[in-house]
């Protein structure tokens, strides 16, 4: 079990380009959730995915963000025409279906829009 | 929609000081409590949970018991060490909601030797 790893770590952008991270879940964990955490706040939800559906999306999820989980195993979030406001932490967290409850998360990747 | 209130800081206290953490909530169902911590340059690890009224999580030390009647999930620790310092999130999660988790805005822990 290598924990649920995130890239980049680290991702620097100019405004208005697009920018995609790539979440990989814990082995066999079926729901992948992605969150957002800005500087001195708890995460946010944006979207899960059980498997390879997207069962929810967050009203915080506007229509440049989207995110897919093709095969249920690996995930990307993509942030299209990236604003200044976008700038934050995202994290990646799965669960198992015998714990559904219990959310391990990675490391993050750190977004900066300039 | 839910929503999770933590005490604020930062909490400034001594080694082997008795530590409290409060964490209050509002939920419309029938959430379980979680605590988190992120100590410096870390992602976030779980610390504890509690799945039941009543129930009482604990690890590392730390404990707190999920009080229905109050809507509450206190963190407290008998004794800080200077390595529990990092931030704490206090979190609820609903079944009925797809377990997303809701986090409290954090509360950072700082303790002196």
């Known amino acids: 079990d290598t924990g649920v790893s995130q890239n980049p770590r680290h991702k620097i952008t100019k405004r208005g380009q697009n920018v995609t991270f790539r979440c990989d879940p814990i082995?066999?964990?079926?729901?992948l959730y992605w969150y957002r955490q800005t500087l001195g706040q708890g995460p946010e939800f944006l979207t899960y995915f059980q498997n390879e559906a997207q069962l929810e999306k967050s009203r915080l999820l506007s229509d440049r963000f989207s995110a897919e989980r093709p095969k249920g195993s690996f995930s990307t979030l993509e942030i299209q025409r990236t604003e200044q406001g976008d700038s934050a932490m995202y994290l990646c967290?799965?669960?198992?279906?015998?714990?559904?409850?219990?959310?391990?998360f990675g490391p993050g990747t750190r977004l900066t829009v300039l | 929609g839910d929503s999770v209130t933590q005490m604020e800081g930062p909490v400034t206290l001594s080694e082997e000081a008795f530590l409290t953490i409060n964490c209050t909530y509002t939920?419309?169902?029938?959430?379980?409590p979680f605590w988190y911590v992120q100590y410096p340059g870390e992602g976030l690890q779980l610390l504890l949970k509690a799945t039941k009224a009543d129930d009482k999580g604990s690890n590392k030390g730390f404990e707190a018991t999920y009080r229905k009647e109050t809507t509450s999930f206190h963190l407290e620790k008998g004794s800080v060490q200077v390595s529990d310092s990092a931030v704490y999130f206090c979190a609820l999660s609903e079944s009925q909601r797809g377990n997303k988790l809701v986090f409290g805005a954090g509360t950072i822990l700082r303790v002196k030797s």
């Open positions: 967290a799965s669960s198992s279906g015998t714990e559904i409850d219990t959310q391990y």
């Open positions: 939920a419309t169902g029938y959430p379980s």
């Open positions: 082995s066999e964990h079926n729901r």
